[in-house]
């Protein structure tokens, strides 16, 4: 009796797997990010959540934990947006690279041209929410901090190459990069004024390069 054949076994197919995990967590993420501008941080819950991207609850607070460390992913995933490379990135990248320090601010300003619309409605939910939800309040703090840390790197790259008007401190560059990057101005000139994205960015950008840089605009030579 001729013995039979010993079972094949399939490889694992990893990529398959992480495609699978990626896939369910952007359905989380997206429908996090739906919900929470539908019904506010509030009256998001996180059985609603996964019931909206077709998962489990558990899953989802294996993966976010609690609906402010959710929320706080939904931020991250806005700024992040969808190109191959995060829009962070590509912020650090022309703060290093780009040696016209005129470009670099006005590219900033598209930068705000292109996030703002996605990040600030998730900034303003969670300030909003942060008055009553400890939380909450702590992951608004978080936002704030990190954006703050990420002009300070921007003022001081400006800083280190010789760029800033005489008397602008690496402080005051950082406090300015901030500012009028904020969701607050972001909400007072579009979201009340009916400012379009783009004049917004654009009004950033020119406003970055006056506040900033010497009168001649400072640039490479």
């Known amino acids: 009796m001729r013995p039979e054949p010993a079972a094949v076994k399939r490889p694992y197919d990893a990529s398959r797997r992480r495609a699978r995990a990626e896939e369910a967590r952007r359905r989380v993420l997206d429908a996090a990010r739906r919900l929470f501008l539908a019904d506010g941080y509030l009256g998001t819950t996180m059985a609603g959540v996964a019931a909206a991207a077709g998962v489990s609850v558990e899953s989802v607070y294996k993966a976010h934990g609690s609906k402010a460390r959710l929320v706080l992913a939904v931020f991250h995933d806005a700024i992040a947006g969808r190109d191959d490379e995060p829009a962070e990135l590509r912020a650090d990248r022309i703060s290093a690279d780009e040696a016209d320090p005129e470009r ?118």
């Open 104 to 221: 670099r601010l006005r590219a900033f300003g598209a930068f705000v041209t292109e996030v703002t619309p996605r990040v600030v409605p998730v900034m303003l939910l969670v300030r909003t929410a942060a008055a009553g939800d400890p939380e909450a309040a702590a992951v608004w703090q978080q936002m704030v901090d990190e954006r703050l840390a990420r002009m300070t790197g921007h003022a001081r790259r400006l800083a280190d190459g010789g760029h800033l008007r005489p008397g602008v401190t690496v402080e005051e560059a950082r406090d300015v990069l901030w500012l009028y990057s904020a969701p607050e101005l972001y909400e007072l000139l579009v979201v009340q004024r009916g400012w379009s994205p783009e004049r917004f960015g654009a009004w950033v950008g020119d406003t970055y390069v006056h506040a900033l840089l010497p009168a001649d605009g400072g640039g490479a030579d």
